[in-house]
Every structure is written in C-alpha cells, then in structure tokens.
C-alpha cells in the first residue's frame, strides 16, 4: 500500500441535461424537469439534492443546491422546484430557462433520507421546502408501504400551495397519507397561522413519530421548539436547511 497516497476525493457524476418542462406552480415558485442525454441514469434517494451549475455575470460559475423533488422511480429526469427570491443569482437564472434549455449538474449529494425504522412520520415544510417531501411521499406511495404518514404545508396564501392537488389526490387515494395545508396571511376556511401551531392537533400522539422538516432556518427552529415542548427526543427531528 502507498502510505504516502492523498486520501481519495469523493467525486460525484456530473450531468448535461436538458429542461423537458417549466411550469410556473405559483407567482415565484418554479417546477423544472431536466431529462439526461440518452444512455445516461440518476440513481438517488428521496430526500437528497443535486447542485447545479449556475452561469455567472463575470463568466465564472457557481454551484447551487437544489432538492429533488421527483421519485427516485425515475431515473431519467429529475425534477426541481425553486423558489425565485429577489436578486438571486441562482434561483433566477433557474427560472429563466426555456424548455429545449441545457443545463449541468452534479449529484446526487446529502443525507437527508427517509428512515426505516417502523415509526409514523411527519413532513412539515414551508415554500419550496416541499420538493424533498415530494420526492420521499410519492416513492414510499408507490412502494405500496401503508406505514401513516402526515403532511403540515406551511404557505401565505392559496395559490402558494404547491402541488395542491397532487396532495388532495394523494390523500384520496392513500388512507395512511394525511395532508395539512395551512395558510399565514389569507382569510381562508382552513387551517391558519404557522406550521408548528397545528403539529399537536393534526398528529395523533405526536411525541412517537419521527419528523422531518425543511426549509428556511427561522421555521426549523420554530418547530423544532414545539417539538420539543411535545417531547419528541431530537434524533427523531431530520431536518435540511435552504438558508
Ligand atoms: C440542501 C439544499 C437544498 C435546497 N433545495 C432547494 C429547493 O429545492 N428549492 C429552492 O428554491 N431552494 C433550495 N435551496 C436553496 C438554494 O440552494 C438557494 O439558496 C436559493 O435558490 C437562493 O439562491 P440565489 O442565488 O437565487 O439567491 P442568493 O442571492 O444566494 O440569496 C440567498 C438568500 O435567499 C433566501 N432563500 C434561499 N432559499 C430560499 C427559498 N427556497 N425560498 C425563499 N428564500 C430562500 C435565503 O434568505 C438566503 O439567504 C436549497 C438549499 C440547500 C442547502
């Protein structure tokens, strides 16, 4: 053996896609199918990203992470949805590609992953934080797994609700997958007010499930409070972070 070897470098494969769809889902977010060339194949699990490779004013290139939000059923293409926040670099030029567009990235990468380990779960996500949570409910629904799983979708308004009646269908056709969209800033008939207010009504003896819990850092640790007034020990609480 060479003692004097560098420790080998994980490298990740990279891909040139192509954009097959872009659907604007809500004022700002964006739904992105990239299909790779022929012959080519992502192999990933649910919950985990990808970055891509952002074109830059100065020429350079920056590499952003986005979840994948398709199920891993597909390997084909691979599906984003991205937020367009003022100003940014990334998420802006995402939401100006063009179906025919090529694009590249790198992937998969994380190891925000679905546990097994018998226990109900609960998704809880705001915005586009909803992308992993679609990628992990679609795969376990088509697994056929009939283990209970509840979903707390945090938005401002109605049209923010992503893949609405994706979820409506999916609750309709899954006894197991209960669904909770709640709304902060519209006068609706359904749920107000934030995500962490509604985990003790919505989830029946929340303190055994596990949770998972993704987007921006001031909701995470929101519900990560309210978990914890519930008592659900902290390794049970998964969570990716956007910002
Ligand atoms: C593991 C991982 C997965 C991610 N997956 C997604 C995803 O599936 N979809 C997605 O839209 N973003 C996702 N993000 C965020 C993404 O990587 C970028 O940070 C985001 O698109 C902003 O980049 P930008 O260059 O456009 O803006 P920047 O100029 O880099 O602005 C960054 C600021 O934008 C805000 N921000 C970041 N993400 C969001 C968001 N989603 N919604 C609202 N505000 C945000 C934060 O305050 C942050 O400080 C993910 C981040 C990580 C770390």
Known sequence: MDETAAPKKRTFETYDVTVEAAEL??????????RLPAGREIHFQAGQFVQMFIPLADGKERRTAYSIASSPRETGFFELCVTRVEGGESST?????????????????GTFKFVEDGRDSVFISTGSGIAPFRAMINDRLERGKADPMYLIFGNRFVEDILYRKEWEALALAHGNFKA????????????????????????????????????????IESVRQKLETLGVPKERIRFERYD
């Open 180 to 219: 909770l969209f709640t709304l902060s800033r519209a006068a609706w008939d359904g749920p107000k007010g934030y995500v962490q207010a509604h985990i003790d009504d919505f989830v029946p003896d929340p303190s055994s499930k596990n949770y998972y819990v993704c987007g921006l850092q001031n909701m």
């Open 93 to 109: 030029y995402l939401h100006g590609l063009k179906v025919g567009e090529a694009a590249r990235c790198m992937g998969p990468l």
């Open 25 to 34: 889902l809500s004022p700002h977010n964006k739904h992105l199918r990239f």
